[in-house]
């Protein structure tokens, strides 16, 4: 099975937060940064897991107030 990647866009003072709360998650998924003048970042999500990054991605937006857009 492939990696599945998504890019995001998001606020640059959170990508360091994201990156860490993101890969706290031992294997599911790695954050790369793609553009740090726009900030967008890109999820390298392991296969199997996909589902448990769009949980995790609802959670950092309602719970945490954390803007990401999907590109």
């Known amino acids: 099975?492939?990696?599945v990647r998504r890019q995001y866009k998001v606020d640059r003072r959170d990508i360091m937060y994201l990156r860490a709360t993101?890969?706290?998650f031992d294997g599911m998924a790695?954050?790369?940064t793609n553009d740090p003048?726009?900030?967008i970042i890109?999820?390298?999500i392991a296969p199997g897991c996909e589902d448990s990054v769009e949980e995790l991605i609802g959670d950092l937006?309602?719970?945490e107030r954390?803007?990401?857009e999907e590109l």
């Open 1 to 3: 099975m492939l990696t």
């Open 22 to 24: 993101i890969e706290s």
């Open 30 to 32: 790695v954050v790369r």
């Open 37 to 39: 003048a726009e900030a």
């Open 42 to 44: 890109e999820l390298l």
């Open 61 to 63: 937006r309602n719970r």
């Open 66 to 68: 954390i803007k990401i």
